[in-house]
């Protein structure tokens, strides 16, 4: 029933679909028909639910082991666990592609169901085509270059299987989860094309897209740290970032679709910035579709990268330009008629996010220098230069420290124009925590700049929720009545502290991970090693089989005068298909640090076998990961207040007379 060739023409007749619906809706503005203009929602569903078939056919093809498809062939395996079969469907190029074309045609479909009474129909009908333009440059990409349904003959009796590092749960939900927030801020992109377009943005717009770009950055959010936290305890190294260029690739669009989320907001409440936010949904999706062609065209090389074709690099170039070059080419005709006249005072909210603003893309500028400067100048000049993490940090901290400094200041000003002496009414508490804080953990932190990012993280986490307290007039009045002003509180507002608050999580983590221990011991069994003030001791190593490999288990005790604090087991897994060993790494997360060990090589000295063992001990390791989960958490309150979704009031330029009439 779901056959590859089922599937194949799914995906063409998507592609059919998808370039009907970039192209009708505009023929139907512009020649004021609208039959076409209407077309183009309908055409949204048609879209989506091809492809719907075509991704359903794919897993089919994989769950029944169908290795006359040369993608299931070379991606999977008879012995290969259900979970990893239906994932690894995406862990490929031609699967990701396909998995990308789908949820644009999602976002489409989303798009046409929520606006239906929201959305104006011009604007909505010009949104959903500028969707399907992109989704047939992506769908032509999989039809032509990437497709996922080449047969093969001879069919082979089984598959090569998946590489064996992308055999975990982590990496099976973080391409989905992170192509989501790449997909997603097409949607903001397609907002500003269409403002662009018709000539005009207002508060209405400015509403429209902060939801999309709050949903956008709240999936980006939790890809990234799916992806980091993968790299934490698959790779084995220890670490939680090796600003790996497609990490480096994954944040460059989260940092300028964080500006993003904050320039909608200024345009929705004071109707202004409109230039600014513009300028950033384009600059954003343009990174999301940079980041796809450094990773597919092998000019990066990266451990996550896993095609190497120069003819899907020329192709994803080509729309890369087509994309990038005709948006900022409108944009460069059609921005002056969005200027505004809006003023407000240097100390004033929107001043600080405009300050904020210009720090992100700052940052967001470095990352691309440093991420891009190698391939280049081994292209020029055919000297291979490393760019890594001395380089990152002695840039991005210094300019990462004022933008922290300001994130827990902006919330506490108000619109337009703020008094200097209220804003220190305000503050002199939380500069005073803060400046007991610095006094305790200046003993507990080496180096400077670890000791000014945890001053830093501790001043976004306390004015945030100092913030809050002072709205809901906490001690100062019957908790009580605080209680019931935290209830009529926006949670726009809620979810946007909350947010800053797991910034400031998230940071103290990375401070406290900048003094990890590690240590590389040889162990024999029942042997014991003091390190990081615990006694770590070797109790048992055995070999057991596993669903697809053979593992050999070792035991790891850890304990502090006597009593047991982790129980560890590192193992070392062989897959016999590959003829691949791998590290599988034990972690004992606790709330102040994690216990980390890896299982290296074993080698026999006088009849006793002496294991090779990798020993960590990452203070609040755990509290990187639990920021991210507290920032997404944020915006997904911000994104449920009701305001956001409330209808807006917007003018056509056609009245709702004339388009009747049409």
Known sequence: MFSPELGHYALALACVIAAVQGVFPFIGLYFRNLSLINLAPRLAYGQCI?????????????????????????????SKPLLYKITGVWGNHEGSILLWAFILSLCGAVVSIFGRHSLPTLLKARVVAVLGLIATGFELFCLTTS???????PAPWDGQGMNPLLQDPG????????????????????????????GRVD???????????????????????????????????????????????SLIPWLTGTALVHSAVVVEKRNTLKIWTILLAIATFSFSLSGTFLVRSGILNSVHAFANDPARGIFILGLLGAVIGSSLLLFACRAPLLTDNTFFAPLSRETLLIFNNIILCSLCAVV??????????????????????PFFDATTIPLALPLFMTMGVAPMLPWKRAQLWTLLNKLWFSIGLTSIAAFIIIRRLYGVLPFLCAIAALWVIITSVSDLAQRIALFRVAFRISLTRARALPRAIIGSAIAHVGVGIAVLGLSAMSQAQHLIVEMPIGSTKHFAGYDWTLTDVEEKPGPNYT?????????????????????????????QTITHVSIAPRLLADFY??????????????????????????????????????????????????????????????????
């Open 147 to 153: 497709n996922p349904f080449t047969r093969l003959f």
């Open 203 to 249: 508060t209405a717009w400015g509403r429209w897209v902060r939801p999309w770009a709050i949903t956008a950055w709240c999936f980006l959010t939790c890809g990234i740290a799916a992806g980091s936290w993968w790299s934490y305890y698959v790779l084995g190294w220890g670490g939680y970032w090796f600003w790996d260029p497609v990490e480096n690739a």
């Open 551 to 579: 593992a050999l288990i070792a035991t790891l005790d850890v304990r502090s005068h006597g009593k047991q604090i982790a129980l560890l087991h590192p193992a070392r897994r062989h897959f016999n298909l590959q003829n």
């Open 368 to 389: 691309l220098t440093g991420t891009l400067y190698p391939p280049f100048m081994a292209l020029l000049t055919g000297h291979v230069i490393s760019v890594g993490k």
């Open 597 to 662: 060990s890896v299982l290296g090589e074993q080698h026999d000295v006088t009849h006793n076998t002496i294991y090779v063992l990798r020993l960590h001990y990452n203070p609040l390791a755990s509290w990187i990961w639990l920021g991210a989960i507290v920032m997404t958490f944020g915006g997904a309150l911000a994104f449920s207040d009701r305001r956001t979704h409330t209808r807006a009031i917007y003018h056509q330029n056609i009245s709702p007379p004339m388009i009747e009439a049409l």
């Open 50 to 78: 091809a492809l719907t078939v075509s991704f359903i056919c794919l897993i089919y093809a994989a769950v029944t082991n169908d290795f006359s498809v040369r993608n299931i062939a070379m991606n999977s395996a008879v």
């Open 171 to 198: 990496l099976a939900f973080h391409p989905p989860i992170l192509y989501t927030g790449y997909v997603g801020f097409a949607v903001p992109f397609a907002f500003a094309i269409a403002a662009l377009l018709e």
